[in-house]
Nanobody, 120 residues
């Protein structure tokens, strides 16, 4: 079992910045990804960014490229999402995700979600 604790989020004006963080604890295996998803009202949950365990290769949805940066403290199993130049369309509940594989089994864990609201 893996437990995720998120922090950050809040209300910011367009053009502003926020930083989210998420720490994973529990039975963690090395083959994993940590990432951030978001879900806006009436929309499906989408992957925003993710980063694998032990490496710093990153992936982003096109709409946030150049504005958001995901990073990870591998020793602490903590992932950060630095969000700059925020836009009203970034408003959503942001969820931390931890995905790992043990053999052929996939395990998927979610944080409780944190609201990000960007005012115009």
């Amino acid at each position: 079992q893996v437990h995720l604790v998120e922090s950050g989020g809040g209300l910011v004006e367009a053009g502003g910045s926020l930083r989210l963080s998420c720490t994973a604890s529990g039975s963690i295996f090395s083959f994993n990804f940590m990432g951030w998803y978001r879900q806006a009202p009436g929309k499906e949950r989408e992957l925003v960014a993710r980063i694998p365990g032990g490496r710093n290769t990153t992936g982003y949805v096109d709409s946030v490229k150049g504005r958001f940066t995901i990073s990870r403290d591998h020793a602490k199993n903590t992932v950060y999402l630095q969000m700059n130049s925020l836009k009203p369309e970034d408003t959503a509940v942001y969820y931390c995700n931890f995905k790992m594989w043990v053999g052929e089994r996939e395990f998927d864990y979610w944080g409780q979600g944190t609201q990000v609201t960007v005012s115009s």
